[in-house]
């Protein structure tokens, strides 16, 4: 489900931060491709 917002929203940026002991975690480098992938099918 979605729905447009009630207000209008400037553009903004997102940016993702992990500590680096997460670089090589097969399901922390699964979230962050989903992560990746939404927001580039929304942009």
Do not use: K, N
Request: glycine share 4%.
């Amino acid at each position: 489900m979605t729905a447009a917002a009630c207000v209008g929203t400037p553009p903004f940026e997102v940016t993702q931060i992990w500590h680096s002991r997460y670089d090589d975690d097969p399901g922390h480098i699964w979230l962050r491709s989903m992560f990746r992938d939404v927001s580039v099918s929304l942009s």
